[in-house]
């Protein structure tokens, strides 16, 4: 892989821009995710937010991707395909994955939504990816492994009995969708590159209740699912690594900055 890109103030300022933009689209949505609504009609209100707001979504036409955001419900790992015939069911937990360009800068973030009442085991793994999500994000600082993002985040799912998803990682990201580093959320202690300010990536763990291995739906060629059929869920932000550790570009409602 390519090196890691250190960005520059004026890269950084746009990239924080774009990140805020998709992490809006993550509050706006939140009123429509209710049962009864389907996921082509989330996905068009996001791609139709992202463009009033002077942005384009990045996943449409990113390797054939034909829509503005991964909807994945349940066993759905990633890459689920919106689509008006799929419609939300109390019960359900789902994540929404949004990628905006703005002004030629990426941000990219997810998170997890619940449909009405949800079962006891369905909380429970949502609550643990976002507390690995978290772990991960406080490992950010110059001077510390890149490394150690995964390896607290597969020591944090371990303890609790799930795996930890190894076929789909985080990524570099700003100037391009996907860059290095490649962030692997399960890891060996004190590896990879040294954290460096001006990196910019996502941390995005995707935490399983059973098997960790996945597989793609042949019918679409996208949507993965758990290869046993238990539950998944992720959570993901864009990162800055800052002087001092970490600033979280696609938090807008104030949760760690
Ligand atoms: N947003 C996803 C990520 O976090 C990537 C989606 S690529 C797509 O990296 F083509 F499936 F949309
Ligand atoms: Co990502
Ligand atoms: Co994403």
């Known amino acids: ?72 419900l349940n066993e ?23 990628t905006t360009i703005l002004n030629g800068y990426f941000g990219d973030t997810s998170r997890m939504y619940s449909v009405g009442q949800i079962s006891g085991k369905a909380e429970r793994i949502v609550k643990t990816a976002k507390h690995c999500l978290d772990l991960g994000i406080q490992q950010v600082k110059p001077g510390n492994y890149l490394g150690n993002i995964g390896f607290v985040i597969g020591r944090y799912a371990k303890s609790k009995k799930y795996s930890v998803v190894y076929e789909f990682c985080g990524h570099g990201i700003g100037l391009e969708f996907h860059e290095a580093p490649q962030v692997d959320h399960i890891a060996r202690k004190n590896s990879g590159p ?35 059929g238990k539950l998944s869920a992720q959570f993901e932000h864009t990162i800055l690594v800052t002087p001092d550790g970490y600033e979280v570009l696609t938090d807008v409602i104030g949760e760690y900055n």
């Open 1 to 72: 892989m390519s090196e890691i890109i250190i960005k520059s103030q004026e890269q950084i300022a746009g990239i924080r821009q774009s990140s805020k933009l998709a992490g809006q689209c993550l509050v706006m949505i939140e009123e429509f995710v209710k049962e009864g609504a389907n996921t082509g009609f989330l996905n068009d209100k996001i791609e139709e937010f992202i463009r009033d707001n002077g942005a384009i979504p990045a996943t449409v036409g990113y390797n054939g991707y034909p829509k503005a955001t991964c909807i994945s």
């Open 76 to 98: 759905v790992v990633c890459h689920g395909i919106p689509s008006s015939k799929q419609v939300l069911k109390e019960g359900d937990i789902l994540n929404i994955d949004v």
């Open 194 to 228: 040294i954290l460096q300010p001006g990196m910019t990536f996502t941390i995005e763990p995707m935490i399983n209740e059973g098997r960790a291995s996945t597989r793609v739906d042949k019918s679409d060629g996208w949507t993965a699912r758990t290869s046993d």
